[in-house]
């Protein structure tokens, strides 16, 4: 028998418990080269003169793998080490299969395929690009401004996106007008660009320029109307502001306006100012009208704007509106006349407001429709338009028996309950104004060629009641 039988059946395969193919390990060989279980044979000198490291394992056989022996010969020896999981012999005596490289289909070589991956590519890139843009232009819509203090800018109407960032460019409010459009366009704010008058704080960002229009955060102006001042007067006033627009077709009756401070818009015509300030007037009255005194000598609110209007003008200090008006009410329940210088004033010049000197004996006596010295009870109409604070005094005086009221010297007034202790006050007044005349200085020489100087004019005469005109 040749070698090559002698092997398959000296390695008889014997089966385990688990159903593997287990392979006994050889003995080692001696120092001849032959095995110790197998003796030499001349049929097998080819087999046990082969060297150990000609044995090939038979193809196919998985090994297990097991430490080397040592190097002394003590430990497993190399097939005791090896658990091998076979196959059949036929399956371990085919080759091994290599796999074979596949071709491409002929559905990823398509045109339409590819120019589909070309569009895909593109799109991909272009989301990159533009997600790059965004986070760049965000950080230059947030980045502070170039504004170094605070603009105004007067955006007129018409004006479109480029026209308003030119504007801004131009008043140093932006310097990045690309980035300013685009960032109204992503934010959708174009339509909501307003015209108007801004401020712009210092180093406003295009964030806060954009919120600014957007919101009409436009610039909000004051209009002041003094307490005390005639409709004439007060519309003079509106004509006189050059924020505002428009004229005013007729002067409002006197006593129709409140006096207070309204804010309005550059370019707000001047008659919306007006409608203001009479529906202010009408609203405050009729409050006001809700809260008089029950037993107030006043019978409709028109009544009350007149005595409104007449403490008014008597008095600015806050602390006396209310006995002033009670010197007024308390002359009217005991049929006297009021005796008010202002209507004196008012009966000879109208709205104008003031006569430019003091008031003389003949103006006093002069018989006029307002003039309080020569006619019972209220004026025909208010002789200015009282604020807020004169209206609640008239409703609401003071619970005192004055009836006279006469100027101190120091920007008040003394009150009196009667005639006498009126008179006294007038008397101190009087020594009061004779020693600060006294106080002045002297003029100074004039020279022989000058002219005279005018007389001085003599100190007014006190009024009935003692107060001065």
Do not use: C
């Not at 020594?431 to 005349?437: I, K, L, P, S």
Request: proline residues 11%; without cysteine; hydrophobic residues 35%.
């Amino acid at each position: 028998m040749s070698g090559a039988g002698v092997l398959p059946r000296a390695v008889e395969d014997r089966r385990n418990g688990d159903g593997g193919t287990y392979v006994p390990p050889l003995p080692p060989r001696d120092a001849g080269g032959s095995s110790g279980l197998y003796p030499a044979h001349p049929g097998l000198s080819g087999l046990s003169a082969a060297p150990a490291a000609s044995v090939r394992p038979v193809a196919g056989v998985a090994e297990r793998s097991a430490p080397m022996s040592e190097p002394n010969g003590i430990g497993p020896s190399l097939m005791e080490r090896r658990r091998i999981t076979p196959r059949s012999p036929r399956a371990a005596l085919e080759p091994e299969h290599v796999p074979v490289p596949t071709r491409r289909s002929k559905r990823a070589r398509h045109p339409l395929v590819k120019l589909g991956n070309a569009v895909l590519t593109f799109f991909v890139l272009t989301a990159i690009a533009a997600g790059t843009a965004l986070v760049v232009g965000k950080q230059r819509f947030d980045a502070p401004g170039p504004l170094t203090e605070d603009r105004v800018v007067n955006i007129p109407r018409g004006y479109g996106i480029r026209d308003i960032s030119e504007l801004l460019v131009r008043e140093g409010v932006i310097d990045q007008p690309w980035t300013f459009t685009a960032g109204v366009i992503v934010l959708k704010a174009r339509d909501g660009l307003k015209s108007g008058e801004y401020r712009f704080p210092k180093q406003a960002s295009l964030q806060d320029v954009v919120d600014t229009i957007t919101e009409g955060k436009v610039v909000q102006h004051p209009f002041t109307g003094p307490e005390g001042q005639t409709s004439e007067q007060i519309v003079a006033r509106l004509m006189e502001n050059p924020i505002l627009s428009g004229n005013i077709k007729e002067i409002p009756r006197e006593g129709t306006l409140l006096p207070e401070t309204y804010k309005f818009t550059r370019g707000t015509p001047r008659e919306q100012i007006i409608q203001r300030m009479q529906q202010a007037q009408q609203r405050v009255l009729k409050e006001v009208w809700d809260r008089r005194m029950p037993d107030l000598p006043i019978a409709t609110p028109e009544q009350l704007v007149i005595l409104a209007s007449i403490i008014e003008k008597e008095t600015g200090r806050a602390d006396e509106r209310t006995r002033v008006a009670a010197v007024f009410v308390n002359r009217v329940r005991q049929k006297m006349r009021l005796q008010s210088d202002p209507t004196i004033i008012y009966g000879l010049v109208g709205g104008k407001g003031s006569l430019g000197h003091p008031i003389t004996k003949a103006e006093r006596d002069q018989p006029t429709a307002y003039n309080t010295y020569t006619i019972d009870g209220l004026p025909p109409g208010p002789i200015a338009n009282p604020g807020r604070a004169s209206l609640e005094a008239a409703a609401n005086p003071a619970r005192t028996r004055e009836l006279y009221f006469v100027a101190d010297g120091t920007g008040g007034h003394t009150f009196s309950d009667n005639f006498d202790q009126h008179q006294k006050a007038v008397a101190r007044l009087r020594a009061h104004e004779r020693a600060q005349n006294a106080a002045k200085p002297e003029p100074a020489a004039q020279p022989a060629a000058a002219a005279p100087a005018p007389a001085p004019i003599p100190p007014p005469a006190p009024r009935q009641n003692g107060r001065r005109r």
